[in-house]
Structure formats: C-alpha cells, structure tokens
C-alpha cells in the first residue's frame, strides 16, 4: 500500500510518499519513499496567511512531480490521498484540502484527513521507535505535553499541559525580530544565545502549574532591547528562561503521568539546548529520551502520510473531511 500525504497548515508546503508491507504500522515494515518541501523563508515582518496560501497554490505541481519522482511512483499506483485537515492556517489548509480532494477524485482513490498535531507525535513515534511516550510537541504555533490515554479501539491524547498565550516557536521567531538577529527567527535566537558564554539576564517566569506563557516575557525582551543590551545575552536568556520553563512543565507532567518515555517532536525540537536540557531532566527521573530526527522535525508531508496511513489500517479514517483549522489533537480518536 501507498499513501501520499499532503502538509500545508503553515508556511510549508510538504508533500511525501510512504509504502507499508503489512501488519502494524513500524519502522520495520513501513518505509518513507519521499519526503519533498517547499518551504516560506521568514522575514522580519513575520508570514502573510494570504502569501503563503499563494505560494501552496503556486509551488503544489512541482513539489508533486518531486515526491513522486523520489519515490519512484506515478501517481496512478498510490492507494490513497491523505492531507493536513488542521489545526493550522484557514487560507494555507484550505489550498491542501482543495488539492488532496481533486487527486482523490481524479485517481478515485479514498480522501484521509489527519490532525496535523497528532502526527507530528505519531511520526517522532515511528521513527523513534517508542510506544507510549509523553510528548513534548514544540512548534511555531503549538506548544503541548501530551500522551495517550485510554484504551482501544477509542483512545485519545489528552494534552497534560500547554501554552496559554502564543507556541513556543512563535515566541522566539517574535523575540528574533525584535533583537534583529539572522535569520530573524528562532534559529537567529539559538545562533546567538550560543555566542554567549556570560551571566542571564532576569526575565519573566511564567510557569502556572503545567501551563505555559510566553508574552510576558517577550514584554521584557522588547524593553531590553530599547536599553541596548547586548544581543547575544538577551538571545541566550530567552532560550535558556523558555527552554527551562518548559522543562518544568514537562518533568511535572512526567510525574503526574508516569510514562517510561519521553519524546520531543515539532520543529523547535531541533534546538540543540533544549534536547540538551529535557535529556538531563529524563536521565534524572531514569527514563528514556528521544528526539525526532531533523527531517520530521518541521512540517513535512511524510507525518502525514504516516499517520493517513495508521488511520486506514486501523479502520479508523474520519468521516468528516472538511478542514478545521482549530482542530485540537484531543479531539482526534486514536484507533491503532
């Protein structure tokens, strides 16, 4: 079985290929055949959910021809089309619901819309090799700690902890902006803050139990910068302040739930720090630690094709198709 996946909740379209033998859904018998992306470059006025839509539109045909010639396949041997249905940008999930519907009429291949949240954790999973890990899902727009819970053939991932203003990711793309840092994002954030081997600057804690907030902090940044302190101080003390109050959060939910694992997925798990960080806090509580491998870190569309994928051999592909782009990864069922 083949199964395309479509990603475009954000600034990058992604589409990818995955062939699975039989069985359950593994990394022994499920295999990524492609994985193209193309992708926004941010800016330091931040993303226009009209461009970007624009830019999905215009870039879908080659992205497609890329992905299936990585993969080695025409479009006419894929068994099933799946897509990002949210949450994510209404203008960005409507151009992949549109393209995903019109494949799936033409090749009269079966639509499988997947929570686009649900499969940044289910990829990690997969290609990680855990079973049943707290998730530590960190990207521009979302910040969650979540696990299963429940029991087949209707589980759901109950979200322990999160962010109550803005995701982490938006966070530091914002505070980058503000220090004027290149790129003007959180990777100028982390380039910086590892420029600066002296003391931290105080900023806002925002912990509330196992929630998070971010824009208190990014208040003081902004006063900071007005000052004219040295950039690469204040990169380094937002990394290390929001990086810490996540690792709190997380250590509490760890041991509210008491998982054996613990997994960091979404494009800020590629921060170098906080893997660094989040390994320690595990090693102390005798657990294991994972992090999502690079190329499924940010949105891609192989996450969704892998995820399109344990829902069909599950039987548990969702009736409703339509794009939701508040669709929260609780409100999805987990039927594998």
């Not at 879908?60 to 993969?71: D, I, P, R, S, Y």
């Not at 019109?102 to 954790?121: F, M």
């Not at 002296?198 to 971010?214: C, H, M, Q, R, T």
């Not at 902004?222 to 709190?248: N, P």
Request: glycine share 10%; aromatic share 6%.
């Amino acid at each position: 079985m083949m199964i395309l996946g479509i990603e475009s909740t954000a600034h990058s379209l992604g589409i990818g290929v995955v062939r699975h033998d039989s069985g359950k859904v593994n990394a022994r018998n499920t295999k990524v055949l492609s994985n193209a992306i193309a992708k926004v470059p941010s800016g330091r006025t931040g993303f226009i959910p009209r461009k970007l839509a624009e830019h999905h539109a215009r870039k879908f045909k080659k992205t497609l021809g890329e992905a299936l010639a990585q993969a080695g396949v025409n479009a006419a041997e894929l068994d099933a089309i799946a897509y990002a249905q949210g949450p994510g940008l209404g203008h960005c999930l409507h151009v992949g619901f549109a393209a995903a519907n019109s494949l799936s009429l033409l090749l009269e291949k079966p639509l499988v819309p997947v929570n686009h949240t649900v499969a940044h954790v289910e990829v990690g999973k997969w290609a990680c090799g855990m079973n049943d890990p707290l998730a530590v899902y960190v990207s521009g727009g979302n910040t969650q700690i979540t696990a299963l819970e429940g029991q087949l053939p209707s589980r759901h991932y109950r979200v322990y902890g999160e962010t109550l203003d803005v995701g982490i990711g938006n966070f530091l793309d914002n505070a980058g902006r503000l220090l004027n840092t290149t790129p003007p994002d959180a990777v100028g954030i982390m380039k910086n803050a590892a420029q600066w081997k002296g003391s931290i600057i105080e900023l806002p804690y925002s912990v509330k139990g196992v929630d998070l907030a971010f824009s208190g902090m990014l208040n003081a940044v902004r006063k900071a910068a007005e000052r004219g302190g040295d950039k690469r101080q204040l990169c380094y003390s937002v990394q290390e302040t929001s990086f810490a109050m996540l690792v709190e959060a997380t250590e509490r939910c760890l041991c509210h739930t008491r998982k054996k694992q613990v997994l960091a997925v979404g494009g800020v798990a590629q921060n170098a720090r906080l893997a660094e960080m989040l390994g320690l806090m595990c090693e102390d509580q005798r657990v294991s630690f994972a992090v999502v491998p690079p190329q499924y870190a940010g949105d891609n569309g192989a996450m969704i094709a892998l995820t399109g994928l344990q829902e069909i051999v599950s039987n548990g592909v969702p009736q409703d198709c339509r794009p939701d782009q508040n669709l929260r990864i609780d409100k999805t069922t987990v039927t594998w």
